[in-house]
């Protein structure tokens, strides 16, 4: 009889894990983590928050042919901005990024952190390696912002963490442009008694299916001892992204190995995107601990019978 005889996880951790941490880096800097991944001519990147040694975040990218084991480019990729209206609201730093790929073009929302708070940015790149700052598309007190891969009633949409009274709800809101946003209504909060009952947020970019739009995202249950991070899945109507249509009741990943229960923040982890893979594989890229990153994998079917059950 094997120890688990269920399994610890839904998720399979990569046996190498954590793939990146502070050892890999080619610079200074206190952490690794939150890195968004990207699949381009066949070559994977990671777009990844820095936390450097003065305390603040930036960006950092790395590549590999495997989408496990990556090479951090020696120079950052993007800094806080130093002028300008971006510098008032970037001068605490630049945080968790997210890459969608819509029509050929890259966009990344990240989180803009200043002493008013964290607001939602936005910012275009061709090559992953140059980054066009494009505009402040939130208020105060947002952030886990992502973009859907492509639009839908010929709108471009996203979901992002506003925080409400305490309340951290996921919510869809709609834009023409990319740069003003409305029409926002939470839809997926979160459920007294489950591993998400504190707070929920957006975690990968949507993925489109025969079913919905599956949506990776990360649960918070507060305890004694603070906060635990734990990954789970939904599914989005396909011509309504205000609608869930189903949402899992059990926790695909959970902090259990030292490196995502050990770190700069305890117990976590927090998935930052994931790659569909041609055979059917989705390999999920995660913080672990606020401190490294990881990679998980699992068969899409079995992630998509996970998620409506």
């Not at 996880?9 to 050892?23: A, K, Q, S, Y």
């Not at 381009?40 to 990671?46: S, T």
């Not at 299916?209 to 989005?236: D, N, Q, V």
């Amino acid at each position: 009889m094997p120890r688990f005889p269920h399994g610890r996880d839904h998720l399979h951790r990569f046996e190498e894990n954590p793939i990146l941490t502070l050892e890999d880096m080619p610079f200074k800097a206190s952490a690794v983590f939150n890195g968004s991944p990207v699949k381009k001519d066949g070559v994977y990147y990671l777009l990844l928050r820095i936390e450097g040694q003065k305390g603040y975040s930036f960006f950092a990218l790395a590549h590999s042919h495997d989408g496990l084991r990556f090479k951090v480019e020696k120079d950052p990729v993007m800094l806080p901005a130093e002028t300008g209206d971006f510098a008032t609201y970037e001068s605490h730093g630049i945080e968790d990024p997210r890459i969608t790929e819509i029509n050929g073009r890259y966009l990344v929302l990240y989180t803009a952190s200043s002493e008013f708070g964290s607001r939602i940015a936005l910012a275009e790149t061709e090559d992953l390696y140059h980054y066009k700052r494009l505009g402040l598309i939130s208020g105060p007190g947002n952030k886990d912002g992502v973009l859907f891969p492509e639009k839908i009633n010929d709108k471009y949409v996203r979901l992002d963490r506003p925080i409400g009274k305490g309340t951290g709800c996921i919510w869809t809101s709609f834009s023409s442009n990319l740069l003003d946003w409305g029409n926002a209504e939470p839809t997926i909060c979160p459920r007294p008694g489950f591993w998400d009952a504190y707070r929920v947020g957006a975690s990968a970019p949507p993925i489109r299916t025969e079913k919905g739009w599956l949506e990776i995202y990360h649960g918070i249950k507060m305890t004694s001892s603070g906060p635990i991070y734990r990954m789970g899945t939904a599914l989005y109507d396909l011509k309504d992204p205000t609608k869930v249509i189903a949402r899992c009741k059990e926790p695909g990943l959970s902090p259990r190995e030292d490196y995502e229960r050990i770190g700069d923040v305890f117990n976590v982890v927090f998935a930052c995107g994931a790659i569909v893979e041609d055979n059917g594989e989705i390999k999920i890229y995660y913080g672990g601990a606020d401190t490294c990153i990881c990679v998980a994998t699992v068969q899409f079917d079995d992630l998509m019978e996970f998620t409506l059950e």
